[in-house]
């Protein structure tokens, strides 16, 4: 009996045994399984590689095409103020009559200024006679002096009193211009031919000095002021032909560059171009506001690549470039577009080669499989 009883229980433990072994091969066995998996994995990531679609960096031509907008003045205008102070007696002209050079504008009362021109003619009068005198007297004492019959205090004081007369005389002689030259600023005139485009003053308002009476522009030229984007600096011709649109009824109208300013503001990054008119048949008011179509001429030869090839991250303009096998990311500037091509002003060089398909798993080194992309872009 007891014999049967140690049997048993040593029949029971090697079953345990058995069981237990089994177990932990068949845990040893999944084990190796999934570290197995793990390396095929790590050595699938490590040395496949993606296969992408490639284009080359190309050398296009591309014509430049830009739209602003801007104002249309006179290139020929003038603010007319008062020159003297006084009640204006009469106001000639309105707003749009059309002058010549040389007409009366404005009047303002003139009697103070004439009597202010008499004084000093008056004055001049006097000096002149007293110059005389002077003068004959000093030739008379230079005279007797070199004779011996006046003192050299005689002729010192001769000489003293005609460069007194002298002086005098040139004095009289400025007040009596500045009294002309004030009575004729009484009157206001046409500086140009041109249209009245403001009238400030009324008939027996009184006028201050250096105050705003009229204005007058010539509109047979007219020049519209653009503020061009800085990137264009340097490539704004002189006598480009330029096309300008306006938002009303008025066709549009072709005038040429005459003006571009050398330097860039800094507040807005931009510089002045002028674009000249031919009005003089008036069709166009000046002070419009209009658009102006540049047309710039072709960049030959620049980088070019496939608009597909570009990513955007982070407000940045990134292409994958293929060297020695291997996709490295490359931040790019980008230019004028023509159809899927995009110009690249700069970061690439032509002869390079870029991906157009197939980035989206890409990182830097990534190496990759190239073919040439068919998606039509290159």
Same mark, same amino acid.
Request: net charge positive; aromatic share 6%.
């Given at each position: 009996?007891?014999?049967?009883?140690?049997?048993?229980?040593?029949?029971?433990?090697?079953?345990?045994?058995?069981?237990?072994?089994?177990?932990?091969?068949?845990?040893?066995?999944?084990?190796?399984?999934?570290?197995?998996?793990?390396?095929?994995?790590?050595?699938?990531?490590?040395?496949?590689?993606?296969?992408?679609?490639?284009?080359?960096?190309?050398?296009?031509?591309?014509?430049?095409?830009?739209?602003?907008?801007?104002?249309?003045?006179?290139?020929?205008?003038?603010?007319?103020?008062?020159?003297?102070?006084?009640?204006?007696?009469?106001?000639?002209?309105?707003?749009?009559?059309?002058?010549?050079?040389?007409?009366?504008?404005?009047?303002?009362?003139?009697?103070?200024?004439?009597?202010?021109?008499?004084?000093?003619?008056?004055?001049?009068?006097?000096?002149?006679?007293?110059?005389?005198?002077?003068?004959?007297?000093?030739?008379?004492?230079?005279?007797?002096?070199?004779?011996?019959?006046?003192?050299?205090?005689?002729?010192?004081?001769?000489?003293?009193?005609?460069?007194?007369?002298?002086?005098?005389? &040139?004095?009289?002689?400025?007040?009596?211009?500045?009294?002309?030259?004030?009575?004729?600023?009484?009157?206001?005139?046409?500086?140009?031919?041109?249209?009245?485009?403001?009238?400030?003053?009324?008939?027996?308002?009184?006028?201050?000095?250096?105050?705003?009476?009229?204005?007058?522009?010539?509109?047979?030229?007219?020049?519209?002021?653009?503020?061009?984007?800085?990137?264009?600096?340097?490539?704004?011709?002189?006598?480009?032909?330029?096309?300008?649109?306006?938002?009303?009824?008025?066709?549009?109208?072709?005038?040429?560059?005459?003006?571009?300013?050398?330097?860039?503001?800094?507040?807005?990054?931009?510089?002045?171009?002028?674009?000249?008119?031919?009005?003089?048949?008036?069709?166009?008011?000046?002070? &419009?506001?209009?658009?102006?179509?540049?047309?710039?001429?072709?960049?030959?030869?620049?980088?070019?690549?496939?608009?597909?090839?570009?990513?955007?991250?982070?407000?940045?303009?990134?292409?994958?470039?293929?060297?020695?096998?291997?996709?490295?990311?490359?931040?790019?500037?980008?230019?004028?577009?023509?159809?899927?091509?995009? &110009?690249?002003?700069?970061?690439?060089?032509?002869?390079?080669?870029?991906?157009?398909?197939?980035?989206?798993?890409?990182?830097?080194?990534?190496?990759?499989?190239?073919?040439?992309?068919?998606?039509?872009?290159?």
């Amino acid at each position: 009996m007891i014999k049967r009883t140690r049997f048993l229980r040593i029949r029971q433990f090697g079953t345990t045994l058995l069981l237990a072994g089994l177990l932990f091969g068949l845990s040893a066995c999944g084990s190796k399984k999934e570290d197995s998996s793990n390396n095929q994995q790590t050595t699938a990531f490590r040395s496949d590689t993606a296969t992408v679609g490639t284009a080359q960096v190309k050398g296009k031509s591309f014509r430049r095409k830009f739209n602003v907008t801007g104002t249309l003045v006179a290139k020929k205008r003038a603010e007319l103020r008062t020159q003297v102070g006084g009640r204006i007696t009469h106001v000639y002209v309105d707003i749009g009559d059309h002058v010549h050079k040389g007409d009366l504008l404005l009047q303002i009362r003139q009697v103070d200024y004439k009597l202010t021109l008499e004084q000093a003619q008056a004055n001049l009068s006097r000096a002149q006679a007293q110059y005389k005198n002077a003068k004959q007297n000093k030739t008379r004492i230079d005279g007797l002096y070199k004779a011996g019959s006046a003192t050299a205090q005689q002729k010192d004081q001769a000489d003293a009193a005609y460069e007194q007369a002298k002086a005098g005389l &040139m004095q009289a002689k400025a007040a009596r211009d500045n009294a002309k030259q004030k009575l004729d600023d009484t009157t206001i005139r046409a500086p140009f031919d041109g249209y009245i485009t403001k009238r400030l003053m009324l008939p027996g308002e009184f006028a201050s000095v250096g105050e705003s009476a009229l204005e007058i522009k010539d509109l047979s030229v007219l020049e519209a002021e653009m503020d061009v984007p800085e990137r264009y600096s340097g490539s704004v011709p002189k006598g480009l032909p330029v096309q300008l649109t306006f938002l009303n009824q008025y066709k549009p109208i072709t005038g040429k560059v005459s003006q571009v300013n050398p330097s860039i503001d800094t507040s807005s990054r931009t510089f002045m171009v002028k674009i000249r008119v031919d009005n003089r048949n008036n069709r166009i008011p000046a002070g &419009m506001f209009c658009s102006a179509n540049f047309d710039l001429p072709a960049l030959k030869n620049q980088p070019a690549i496939p608009q597909d090839a570009i990513d955007q991250q982070e407000g940045r303009s990134i292409v994958w470039v293929i060297r020695n096998g291997k996709a490295y990311s490359q931040e790019i500037q980008e230019g004028q577009s023509s159809g899927n091509w995009v &110009m690249i002003n700069n970061g690439l060089k032509i002869g390079e080669t870029v991906a157009v398909s197939g980035k989206s798993i890409l990182i830097d080194g990534y190496p990759v499989n190239t073919k040439p992309d068919t998606s039509g872009n290159s």
